[in-house]
T-cell receptor, first 112, second 116 residues
Framework: SQKIEQNSEALNIQEGKTATLTCNYT??????LQWYRQDPGRGPVFLLL?????KEKRKERLKVTFDTTLKQSLFHITASQPADSATYLC???????????FGQGTELSVKP | EAGVAQSPRYKIIEKRQSVAFWCNPI?????LYWYQQILGQGPKLLIQ????????DSQLPKDRFSAERLKGVDSTLKIQPAKLEDSAVYLC??????????????FGQGTRLTVV
């Protein structure tokens, strides 16, 4: 069955630096790979989506890359701020309307 | 636009009791998901509906969990009887569904269940 691996250890970085989070998957490539943010006590919030035929997507300070050869997606937050501190989840689905599977999440802490 | 509504927000029950959670998705969203999230883990898909049909329920413990989506809108997830290991946050999410160019899911705040 499909496995999704995210950095299990929390990521601690200094304000202003770039945070890079990793999402690796096994087996065949998904049609979509999505990134979500989750704050304590809240549901996940959608951030970015990248399709299997796309290499990179950007939105403001966020950037997602998708390497189907490495079976990996990287999520970057540039000029990080303490308000970016949260858990970040990657999720994938294999077709439109197919089931959406999440990784275990990576906790990011940005120190002032 | 109203978001995904879930109730209750919190529930404490004793083991072997039953419990039900309710979800009202975003209007017009054909796909509805129920996830279980145990503390420190990612959301685990329990069941996914497309309108009122089941797309996937492979990880739903069918001996104790059941879910329905009447008329393809609201949904209810039930646990009967509950076990200690069912303690988790139950998240409902919805998306536009098959054929949409916008497959992202929108989540409710979740129901935190504690089984004692």
């Amino acid at each position: 069955s499909q496995k999704i691996e995210q950095n299990s250890e929390a990521l601690n970085i200094q304000e202003g630096k770039t945070a890079t989070l990793t999402c690796n998957y096994t087996n065949y490539s998904p049609a979509y790979l999505q990134w979500y943010r989750q704050d304590p006590g809240r549901g996940p919030v959608f951030l970015l989506l990248i399709r299997e035929n796309e290499k990179e997507k950007r939105k403001e300070r966020l950037k997602v890359t998708f390497d189907t050869t490495l079976k990996q997606s990287l999520f970057h937050i540039t000029a990080s701020q303490p308000a970016d501190s949260a858990t970040y989840l990657c999720a994938l689905s294999y077709n439109q309307g197919g089931k959406l599977i999440f990784g275990q999440g990576t906790e990011l802490s940005v120190k002032p | 636009e109203a978001g995904v509504a879930q109730s209750p927000r919190y529930k404490i029950i004793e083991k072997r009791q039953s419990v039900a959670f309710w979800c009202n998705p975003i209007s017009g969203h054909a796909t509805l998901y129920w996830y279980q999230q145990i503390l420190g883990q990612g959301p685990k898909l329990l069941i996914q509906f497309q309108n009122n049909g089941v797309v996937d329920d492979s990880q739903l413990p069918k001996d104790r969990f059941s879910a329905e989506r009447l008329k393809g809108v609201d949904s209810t997830l039930k646990i009967q009887p509950a076990k200690l290991e069912d303690s988790a946050v139950y998240l409902c999410a919805s998306s536009l569904g098959t054929g949409s160019r916008r497959p992202e899911a929108f989540f409710g705040q979740g129901t935190r269940l504690t089984v004692v």
